[in-house]
């Protein structure tokens, strides 16, 4: 089971921090990722970590503002988000998908069967 928190309203320019917190499985086993839906909008790709955690992937929409990272010891996984403008308004998804290899990440949707519940994230202009 996967727990998106940390959502909320926030101004163009500022900053928050999503948290991902998983139960029930071997966390460690599974690589992540976050994907956001915007009204109207079909959901995407924002980020993914590695098992491990040492590789990760961007959208090209977030490179450089976005962070992704993740705390195998806590069964979390993070998405600090700075710079946030008006169009990162939307729901955020976090996902997991089991992982063979410590260094595998999925920046596709269909390889992830475990989704959370979604976190809202409102940039005003």
């Known amino acids: 089971q996967l727990q998106a928190s940390g959502g909320g309203l926030v101004q163009a320019g500022g900053s928050l921090r999503l948290s991902c917190a998983a139960s029930g499985r071997t966390f460690s086993n599974y690589a992540t990722g976050w994907f956001r839906q915007a009204p109207g909008k079909e959901r995407e790709f924002v980020a993914a970590?590695?098992?491990?955690?040492?590789?990760?992937y961007y959208a090209d929409s977030v490179k450089g503002r976005f962070t992704i990272s993740r705390d195998n010891a806590k069964d979390t996984m993070y998405l600090q988000m700075n710079s946030l403008k008006s169009e990162d308004t939307a729901v955020y998804y976090c996902?997991?998908?089991?992982?063979?290899?410590?260094?595998?990440?999925?920046?596709?949707?269909?390889?992830?069967?475990?989704w959370g519940q979604g976190t809202q994230v409102t940039v005003s202009s």
């Open positions: 970590v590695s098992r491990n955690g040492g590789r990760t």
């Open positions: 996902a997991a998908a089991l992982a063979g290899w410590g260094t595998t990440l999925y920046p596709g949707m269909s390889n992830y069967d475990n």
